[in-house]
């Protein structure tokens, strides 16, 4: 494995976007941030304050080497990033900070859910949309019929949907990988990107992939969690080209991410599949042919 290739982190948040991810020191957000990195096996519990603006995000970014950061933010009670705001973060380097839009269909209603998505994929350049569908205030699994207009939008407009999952849904029935089978049956051609693995259901996630090449499964910070090995286990085998890279900063450090990441025990072509080879095909990021660039990383700023 080259350290020289590329590394693009499928799922990271600048922390300063909002007090969820850290942005603001002595509250009770903040120490969830830290609770969670421990959880989670995070080694520097404090790392996410360091990144005070875009400049700082990016200098993390060149200390654990990653090329390019894809930033999915959330759109539920509590957690409002708007699509505007995550664009503008983008904006300070469009070659290395990819925003993915989010949108919540409880608050804006289906029509104007799919309006957002369409605005933020077309005028503002996002490359994806992220469900959240346990986290709604009405909660829902990721085949509900709400849901049915962005999965058709993402294959129209022919860009990945997100789907956000994982132990924190505040209702663990929700959290059901086994709906995402159903969603990939029913649009075929669309890349759907399981963010956090759905786990602990690794087991059925896995099965989900097995049947269905679109379903691309990263689950970042959980892939070191007790029963991950079976993600790994699955890339060396017919998942090589669904796996996927993530950090999940700031929740946990992305050098660290990337060190344990190399640690896994992925064949050198799995490895290069989750680190930037698959991304680069689902985004479209154009990275094969600057690969051989990769060690430049002030010359990737721009």
Same mark, same amino acid.
């Given at each position: 494995?080259?350290?020289?290739?590329?590394?693009?982190?499928?799922?990271?948040?600048?922390?300063?976007?909002?007090?969820?991810?850290?942005?603001?020191? *002595?509250?009770?957000?903040?120490?969830? =941030?830290?609770?969670?990195?421990?959880?989670? *096996?995070?080694?520097?519990?404090?790392?996410?304050?360091?990144?005070?603006? @875009?400049?700082?995000?990016?200098?993390?970014?060149?200390?654990?080497?990653?090329?390019?950061?894809?930033?999915?933010?959330?759109?539920?009670? *509590?957690?409002? =990033?708007?699509?505007?705001?995550?664009?503008?973060?983008?904006?300070?380097?469009?070659?290395?900070?990819?925003?993915?839009?989010?949108?919540?269909?409880?608050?804006?209603?289906?029509?104007?859910?799919?309006?957002?998505?369409?605005?933020?994929?077309?005028?503002?350049?996002?490359?994806?949309?992220?469900?959240?569908?346990?986290?709604?205030?009405?909660?829902?699994?990721?085949?509900?019929?709400? %849901?049915?207009?962005?999965?058709?939008?993402?294959?129209?407009?022919?860009?990945?949907?997100?789907?956000?999952?994982?132990?924190?849904?505040?209702? %663990?029935?929700?959290?059901?990988?086994?709906?995402?089978?159903?969603? @990939?049956?029913?649009?075929?051609?669309?890349?759907?990107?399981?963010?956090?693995?759905?786990?602990?259901? =690794?087991?059925?996630?896995?099965?989900?992939?097995?049947?269905?090449?679109?379903?691309?499964?990263?689950?970042?910070?959980?892939?070191?969690?007790?029963?991950? *090995?079976?993600?790994?286990? @699955?890339?060396?085998?017919?998942?090589?080209?669904?796996?996927?890279?993530?950090?999940?900063?700031?929740?946990?450090?992305?050098?660290?991410?990337?060190?344990?990441?190399?640690?896994?025990?992925?064949?050198?072509?799995?490895?290069?599949?989750?680190?930037?080879?698959?991304?680069?095909? %689902?985004?479209? %990021?154009?990275?094969?042919?600057?690969? @051989?660039?990769?060690?430049?990383?002030?010359?990737?700023?721009?």
């Amino acid at each position: 494995m080259s350290q020289t290739t590329p590394i693009v982190d499928m799922r990271s948040r600048p922390a300063f976007l909002h007090p969820f991810f850290g942005a603001a020191p *002595g509250t009770p957000s903040y120490d969830v =941030v830290r609770w969670l990195n421990r959880r989670v *096996g995070g080694l520097d519990v404090d790392h996410f304050a360091r990144a005070k603006d @875009a400049a700082g995000f990016l200098t993390e970014m060149d200390r654990a080497e990653i090329t390019v950061a894809i930033m999915v933010a959330r759109s539920v009670p *509590g957690v409002r =990033v708007s699509n505007e705001d995550l664009s503008a973060v983008a904006a300070a380097s469009k070659t290395r900070l990819i925003g993915v839009a989010s949108v919540d269909p409880i608050e804006l209603g289906r029509e104007a859910a799919v309006a957002e998505a369409r605005h933020a994929v077309q005028k503002l350049g996002m490359k994806g949309v992220n469900l959240d569908a346990g986290f709604y205030a009405t909660p829902m699994k990721a085949d509900d019929e709400r %849901l049915m207009p962005l999965y058709e939008l993402c294959q129209e407009l022919n860009v990945p949907a997100f789907v956000m999952s994982g132990p924190t849904t505040p209702n %663990l029935a929700f959290n059901d990988p086994l709906a995402v089978d159903h969603v @990939a049956k029913t649009f075929p051609k669309l890349p759907i990107i399981c963010c956090h693995g759905f786990y602990p259901y =690794v087991n059925e996630m896995v099965t989900v992939a097995f049947r269905n090449e679109n379903v691309y499964v990263s689950p970042d910070m959980y892939t070191f969690s007790p029963g991950g *090995g079976m993600y790994v286990e @699955a890339a060396n085998g017919f998942m090589r080209d669904q796996f996927l890279f993530g950090s999940s900063y700031p929740f946990r450090p992305m050098k660290q991410g990337v060190q344990d990441f190399r640690q896994l025990g992925l064949s050198p072509e799995a490895y290069e599949a989750a680190t930037f080879r698959t991304a680069n095909r %689902l985004l479209d %990021l154009g990275l094969e042919t600057a690969s @051989a660039d990769i060690p430049k990383k002030a010359a990737l700023r721009g």
